[in-house]
């Protein structure tokens, strides 16, 4: 009787963590402005940095042949952003994780620990009108420990097309992509993103923020891909301090159910 049980946990515990790892790689790629996922074709300017130290706090159930999980994630990522040039910007960032998954209030995974670094070069190639366009190529090393479930245990590469069009008091802004995600953990390789933001400048430094997107399903037994909506502000503290407040929704059942955002942005 006792060795069918230890099966299905084995089993489930197996699912729980592939969903939490998946939540955790989305989280560990470097988007735009915090909180949006969605990034911009603005750039830096040549010689100026950017530090955002950002967090994120996710939840997410799950259930299969009626046994609950539940996962829980964090991270706080570090991107250093530096103007090479006015249209071209240095991208690194750095993210530290944590991750539990309980089945029946049992843990059964809990981990932290350094995630895989992505650096990045932001391209913007067009602007006129309103209107920029850049390309932002990467390669994400892997620092993180991919037997933890921390990383993917391989070099991968990603590159994406960015969108922005200032109409003020808006901003649109929309990526489309491609991950390689070279990996030791039996997931797809082969991932695409497509995402839609806007800004709205409420009041003079408060912009009110919203953001759509979908992107493949990297669990390989997965059914659908993970879809969210998120909303936020983003208010300007100071000329060179900004804050970022979110909420991130999961429309699918891929996506996590729940994440809440914050993070600031420091330019010099």
């Not at 071209?88 to 309980?102: E, F």
């Not at 979110?246 to 429309?251: A, D, I, P, T």
Request: net charge negative.
């Amino acid at each position: 009787m006792g060795r069918p049980v230890v099966e299905g946990k084995r089993k489930y515990r197996a699912v729980g963590v592939a969903v939490l790892c998946a939540v955790l790689f989305v989280a560990s790629v470097a988007w735009g402005s915090h909180p949006l996922v969605t990034d911009d074709a603005e750039t830096q300017g040549k010689g100026k940095f950017q530090l955002e130290a950002n967090g994120q706090y996710d939840f997410d159930k799950e259930t299969l042949n009626g046994v609950t999980a539940e996962s829980t994630g964090a991270e706080v990522m570090t991107v250093l952003s530096y103007g090479l040039t006015d249209t071209t910007d240095l991208v690194l960032s750095l993210p530290y994780q944590w991750g539990r998954v309980k089945e029946g209030g049992l843990t059964v995974y809990d981990e932290k620990g350094i995630s895989d670094t992505t650096f990045e070069v932001k391209w913007r190639f067009f602007e006129e009108d309103g209107l920029m366009l850049a390309l932002k190529p990467g390669l994400i090393f892997p620092t993180g420990n991919e037997a933890k479930g921390l990383g993917a245990g391989k070099v991968g590469y990603q590159a994406f097309l960015i969108g922005t069009k200032v109409a003020d008091p808006w901003e649109f802004h929309a990526n489309v992509g491609y991950i390689g995600y070279e990996n030791k953990v039996d997931q797809e390789k082969n991932i695409w993103h497509a995402s839609l933001a806007a800004e709205y400048e409420l009041f003079e430094k408060l912009d009110l923020v919203a953001n759509i997107g979908i992107e493949r399903n990297r669990f390989k037994e997965g059914s659908g891909h993970p879809a969210f909506l998120l909303g936020g502000v983003e208010y300007e503290i100071a000329e060179s301090i900004s804050l970022g407040l979110g909420v991130k929704y999961g429309l699918t059942a891929a996506e996590i159910d729940w994440s809440l955002l914050a993070g600031m942005a420091f330019r010099f």
